[in-house]
């Protein structure tokens, strides 16, 4: 059913919804213009009782019925035209002229004929596309660009009539917008989700994970820095982020399996106390993890905590670990703190599913989504568009500059939807998640374990909370070397000359090159 192959409305569905919304008649693929070519006038106004205003478009919009022969001429064209006219006044509904806007100026048209020409996901053709390869090199497309007041009152000069096509312009124009109230696609401001406790958890977990490592009694920059930053994620709003991830990394741990992170979470020391990050940001310093006894270098003469060479601890002799990347909490959260953290979590790709399935557990399961994409065309496939548009219409001859010019123009178009592949969005459990997007099965299939945000998850990242759940080799890999090795991957150290010196030789490895050297 072809019903089902695309996003609709029932008519029925509009109905119980009509108090909000205002609906016009569209262009020459709606009924109005239909029933105006091809039927009687208690079938005309039956579908223009329908509609809140009604919509027609100046004549070279309709080129293509006249080229194609769907309307046999342009007086008949008139003729449809002007009995929407006609019938609508009779009815007492609006009736106003719209561009039917698909480009913004009359020099794209060119990349739009382009695009008219070129094969969909799927071999899915134009509805515009002409078959006939003939009639296409003879059809010119309609004219779609945005037109100014003037240019619009040009288009409807046939009329013979100012008064009429200042209306249909102007008037009719303003009154619809003067009936819109204004609105916002999408509210304005953050709304992370509720999880109760998360604030008091969070500080909990940290200064819990932060005792272990550096003692009873934090030093100072230890204490100073996570109550600084402790302080501003809650005031923001973001503990339930730094909370979730926590979970999630914690979860996937007593499974077995090693989460990294990525970006600029490392700047966030709160993320290290909460162990969604093994990047420590504080200066460099040495730590001991039996007597908790600290070294902090904050001088600059050390850059990172792994490049300082071993020592062992003057209070109890036990071999320090070196930490610390002096890294800034604002290069994560911004100079204020009020930036929307963005925390990237490479699981296992064996475990990513598993993940994901988890935050379903932590929220309301009717309020997580997988974040969709939209798929754009990339430029060697525009420029494929364009080699086929050109071989089509006969154009063969057209310079490699020209036919560049024609891709540049068609990169970026919209080409297909689809899902983040680890993106995961959270709409808060007091608010209806079609207050941010439309909501979607992946491919139409109603039988997929996830549903899909509509809307493009840059374009609401900002508003609800996104968590960047990635699936990667890397942690599996960790996983497998472990079994092998029974070595825990947390506890090798950073400094290890050995292993350093396998940049520069193979020494360390005990290769006999000598094997190497008889074969070469």
């Given at each position: ?29 709606g ?53 929407i006219?006609?019938?609508s ?6 009736v ?31 509805p ?9 090199k ?18 409807f ?14 008037s009719?124009s ?14 304005e401001g953050?709304y ?18 932060a ?36 979970l ?39 730590i ?48 204020n ?15 990513q ?20 994409t ?5 430029d ?32 970026g ?18 608010m209806?998640?079609?207050s941010f997007?439309p ?17 493009d ?16 080799v890397?942690?599996t ?13 947390t ?20 290769v006999d ?8």
């Amino acid at each position: 059913d072809d019903s089902l192959s695309e996003p609709r409305i029932m008519r029925n569905s509009l109905d119980d919804k009509r108090e909000n919304l205002l609906l016009g008649s569209s262009c020459l693929n709606g009924e109005v213009f239909e029933m105006a070519a091809n039927k009687d006038d208690a079938s005309l106004e039956k579908a223009i009782s329908f509609y809140d205003y009604i919509e027609i478009q100046p004549i070279a919009n309709y080129s293509n019925l006249l080229a194609t022969h769907s309307v046999s001429s342009l007086d008949r064209l008139k003729e449809i035209l002007r009995r929407i006219i006609d019938t609508s006044i009779k009815l007492n509904k609006l009736v106003v002229a719209t561009g039917d806007v698909h480009y913004l100026s009359v020099k794209d048209k060119k990349f739009r004929d382009v695009y008219i020409n070129a094969q969909g996901v799927g071999g899915v053709r134009h509805p515009l596309y002409i078959y006939n390869s003939d009639l296409r090199k003879r059809i010119i497309n309609p004219d779609q660009h945005f037109r100014t007041t003037d240019e619009m009152l040009d288009c409807f000069k046939w009329l013979n009539d100012k008064k009429l096509a200042k209306m249909l312009v102007i008037s009719n124009s303003r009154t619809i917008y003067d009936m819109i109230e204004y609105t916002l696609p999408v509210p304005e401001g953050t709304y992370p989700p509720i999880v109760e406790g998360s604030a008091e958890k969070l500080t909990d977990v940290c200064f819990e994970t932060a005792h272990k490592m550096y003692g009873e009694n934090l030093p100072e920059i230890v204490d100073e820095r996570l109550k600084r930053e402790l302080e501003s994620i809650i005031s923001n709003g973001y503990a339930v982020v730094y909370y979730v991830s926590h979970l999630l990394v914690k979860k996937s741990n007593e499974d077995g399996y090693l989460v990294g992170s990525r970006g600029s979470v490392g700047s966030s020391f709160v993320a290290t106390m909460s162990k969604i990050t093994e990047v420590n940001p504080l200066a460099p310093h040495y730590i001991c993890s039996k007597c908790h006894h600290t070294e902090f270098f904050l001088d600059g003469s050390v850059s990172s905590g792994y490049d300082l060479p071993d020592k062992h601890c003057p209070v109890c002799d036990n071999l320090m670990s070196g930490d610390g990347h002096n890294i800034p909490f604002e290069t994560f959260l911004g100079f204020n703190g009020d930036k929307v953290p963005d925390i990237d979590l490479n699981f296992s790709n064996e475990y990513q599913s598993k993940a994901h399935a988890f935050t379903k557990e932590v929220f309301d399961e009717r309020h997580v989504f997988r974040a969709g994409t939209i798929g754009t065309v990339a430029d060697k496939t525009a420029f494929g568009y364009v080699s086929g548009y050109l071989e089509e219409m006969g154009l063969d001859h057209i310079s490699k500059a020209t036919k560049d010019y024609l891709a540049s123009g068609c990169v970026g178009i919209k080409r297909t939807t689809g899902q983040h592949p680890g993106g995961i969005i959270v709409i808060p459990e007091n608010m209806d998640p079609s207050s941010f997007t439309p909501i979607q099965y992946p491919a139409n299939d109603k039988k997929s374990e996830w549903m899909t945000t509509h809307f493009d998850f840059h374009d609401i990242h900002d508003n609800v909370l996104k968590f960047d759940i990635l699936g990667h080799v890397d942690p599996t890999a960790m996983r497998l070397l472990y079994n092998i090795s029974n070595i825990d991957p947390t506890t090798i150290p950073m400094n290890d000359p050995k292993v350093i010196s396998l940049f520069t030789s193979v020494d360390e490895l005990h290769v006999d090159t000598r094997v190497f050297e008889e074969k070469t």
